[in-house]
């Protein structure tokens, strides 16, 4: 396995990004088989719902309602928050973030660190910039300890090492606790890392989390997992540093009653997840007795302000598009160039970036729907791909080299084309005879030249027929006039 | 009954046989069928790249060609949901008013092939005869975005000497997505594979489809390998009788 840190600033065009994995047999395998195990035991529990449709509007109105009207929300929770013990901090970009955790940890004294699975944290780079000021962050998710001991990066969002399967963590788990006696049986690798993680639980007395939700009307923050890592990590420390994007508020208490019924169906196809924590500040003599929650923004008011992109904002990272696209199907994560994978990254990403960076990743959609369809919150991923595709070249309009971009360039033809049906004929007749030398005897053509080529690499392609319908049609009229 | 066929630019350059087996299917039952030569394409490709402002050229023209027809049919699910989907959008963010009213009045006069057959003209039995294994490759848009349903299932099921094949996966995309195909051309094939494997699994004679763009992927690739499986437009096989086998490409 490769490492390399998901950064889309660095990471390579997606169709460059993804040409490794389509040549990696085992990853595919990962990929392809975890996937289809989650999406049918989803597609089970959403059966089971007569009135999932509807669960899936009301969630959407939730997550619409709290967006529009984010900045009073935000302000009851902070003062909810506050009130109850919390410190609420607020972070305009990655950088502030990573220096209001940095000044937190170091006036804990803190050398180590554990931590519940946040996406977030990756988004902002923290575990780089922790270890770089010589603090060691642990992670205590086990799909997260298997890549952060085999040096390898998050690939889906529920799921991070879903690219990896069992023979491979008992490799990773072997060499890095010097474990040569572990075998690939689950309980075993399960026993293994509940060993090695329980000194942390025991001994680390600062915890960083994520957030699944934050409750306005309770100041409340909500955390949902599987393993009971994240329930360790809330009530062993005695300080608590919340990371979570300025989106993730929901107004009400009872709207958890909604959002935790389509979290844990569409996730990881369960009624309900395994482990549900609430906490509302501190509580004096129960759990972490001081409290940080830093309200990260990182370009999510931009992407707020805007009419098609502002669904965005509505995930709930439950990740049900990723396992559902044909596409992530075949690339895995990593391709995507940032922690946020699969037709969410594909939208997210370039967002967060304020659209200099990333550019390929809303074209690495085949538009086929299966992520709108399967999503809980009903963001239309297609219609705000398409926004950005619009963005993109509405850019690359501006550039001088666009006229050495064939794409650009033929588009711009084919447009020209379309506006006048005599100029549409005059363009068949000409690509008839533009298309002869490469046609075969049988009327099909196996190679062409150009951007043609990244088609024929691996299609044939029909000739083209030595009549159009419209010529047919204009002559069927002259015959049955005659 | 009278109609308007919008061909589509890539049935009427590449696939003129299935815009002529419409023709000879709705004429057999009944329909007057007109062809406007001033049509040419609905957008899609270029909205869906990212051209805007040319998608919205050549949505302005469809409306305008085709505000005054009575019914509009169309061989093709993902130019049926362009127009659908995406032409409100346009003319909305675009403030055209008077062409946004042209069209919420000219939609429901637009059918895809197999609506117009089930919803418009109510037959199942089109007198078809097909004596082939056939399997249905269910297209994105006519699946997600045009809610086709079992129509073409219930057309086919009514075709004599046709065996019709599941399909495994039948909701997972081909990896066609028009410039998608070139764009990500690799990803793309990866699709492709993953796809021809469950087409291939049916052991049929032709793999069909509401729509040619699909067709070309999945029938470009079998082409390629030499697969013995050919790919041909529902309305094809819709259209062929006894007395006139479907008309094929070879």
């Known amino acids: ?482 | 009954m009278r109609a308007s066929l919008f061909i589509t630019c890539y049935n009427d350059t590449l696939y003129p046989e299935t815009g002529r087996a419409v023709v000879k299917l709705l004429e057999r039952l009944g329909v007057t069928l007109d062809f406007h030569p001033e049509q040419t394409c609905c957008g899609q490709m270029h909205a869906n790249t990212g051209f805007r402002a040319e998608a919205y050229s050549q949505a302005k023209r469809f409306v305008r060609l085709y505000r005054d027809t009575e019914i509009v049919i169309i061989p093709s699910s993902s130019c049926v949901a362009m127009i659908r989907d995406q032409y409100p959008v346009l003319f909305e963010e675009l403030g055209n008013e008077d062409l946004r009213r042209d069209l919420q009045a000219l939609l429901p006069r637009i059918f895809e092939l197999s609506e117009f057959l089930i919803d418009k003209l109510g037959v199942e039995d089109v007198g078809a005869y097909f004596p082939h294994r056939v399997t249905y490759h269910a297209s994105c848009h006519g699946l997600r975005g045009l809610h086709v349903g079992d129509r073409p299932f219930r057309l086919l099921g009514k075709v004599r000497g046709l065996e019709l094949a599941p399909l495994e996966n039948l909701d997972r995309c081909c990896g066609f997505g028009g410039t998608f195909s070139i764009k990500n051309a690799e990803v793309s094939s990866a699709m492709l594979a993953s796809k021809l494997r469950d087409v291939l699994t049916t052991r049929a004679e032709y793999c069909t489809a509401l729509d040619n763009s699909c067709l070309m992927h999945l029938g470009g690739a079998l082409h390629r390998q030499f697969a013995g499986m050919r790919t041909i437009h529902l309305a094809q096989i819709l259209a062929s009788t006894e007395t006139e086998p479907a008309e094929e490409f070879l």
């Open chain 1, 1 to 482: 396995m490769s490492h390399t840190e998901l950064d889309p600033r660095l990471a390579p065009p997606f169709p460059q990004a993804a040409l490794p994995v389509l040549r990696n047999p085992q990853l595919r395998k990962n990929v392809a088989h975890a996937t289809d195990v989650i999406q049918g035991k989803r597609a089970m529990l959403v059966a089971e719902k007569s009135d999932w449709q509807e669960l899936r509007s009301a969630a959407a109105a939730i997550r619409a309602h709290a967006l529009e009207n984010l900045g009073t929300y935000l302000t009851q929770f902070e003062e909810r928050c506050t009130a109850a013990g919390g410190t609420v901090h607020w972070a305009a970009d990655a950088a502030e973030a990573r220096r209001i955790i940095l000044d937190i940890l170091r006036a804990e004294g803190a050398s180590e660190v554990i931590k519940i699975k946040t996406m977030t944290s990756a988004e902002i780079q923290l575990n780089p910039a922790l270890e770089a000021n010589g603090i060691h962050a642990y992670e205590t998710d086990l799909a997260e300890l298997i890549l952060q001991l085999g040096k390898d990066e998050p690939s889906h969002i529920v799921a991070p090492a879903l690219h990896v399967n069992r023979s491979q963590v008992r490799e990773i788990f072997a060499r890095s606790m010097g474990r040569s006696d572990l075998t690939d049986d689950p309980q075993a690798l399960t026993a293994a890392a509940r060993s090695y993680l329980r000194q942390k639980f025991l001994s680390v007395p600062t915890a960083i989390s994520g957030a699944n939700f934050l409750i306005a009307e309770t100041g409340s923050v909500a955390v949902v997992e599987s393993e009971g890592n994240g329930r360790m990590c809330l009530t062993l420390p005695r300080t608590m540093i919340t990371l979570a994007g300025i989106e993730k508020v929901l107004p009400r208490f009872t709207d958890l009653e909604v959002m935790l019924q389509v979290l844990a169906r569409s996730a990881t196809g369960e009624r309900m997840n395994p482990y549900t924590s609430l906490w509302t500040g501190v509580t004096p003599g129960d759990g972490p007795q001081r409290f940080h929650i830093v309200l990260l923004d990182n370009g999510r008011s931009d992407i707020l302000a805007k009419k098609v992109e502002r669904q965005t904002l509505r995930c709930i990272r439950c990740a049900a598009c990723q396992n559902t696209c044909p596409v992530y199907r075949q690339t895995g994560g990593h391709a995507y160039g940032s922690v946020y994978g699969g037709p969410i990254g594909a939208i997210l990403t370039p967002q967060l970036m304020r659209m200099e960076h990333a550019q390929s990743l809303p074209f690495a959609s085949s538009l086929c729907g299966a992520c709108y369809e399967v999503c809980p919150v009903k963001i239309n991923i297609p219609e705000v791909l398409i926004e950005l595709r619009t963005q993109v070249v509405d850019r690359e309009r501006e550039q001088p080299v666009r006229v050495f971009d064939a794409m650009y360039v033929g588009m711009r033809a084919a447009s020209g084309i379309f506006a006048a049906a005599r100029r549409f004929r005059s363009a068949q007749r000409l690509g008839r005879i533009a298309l002869l030398p490469f046609t075969g005897k049988d009327g099909w053509i196996r190679s062409l030249p150009g951007l043609g080529a990244r088609w024929t690499a691996t299609r044939d392609l029909r000739g083209m027929p030595g009549q159009s319908f419209r010529e047919w049609w204009a002559e069927r009229k002259d015959n049955q006039q005659q």
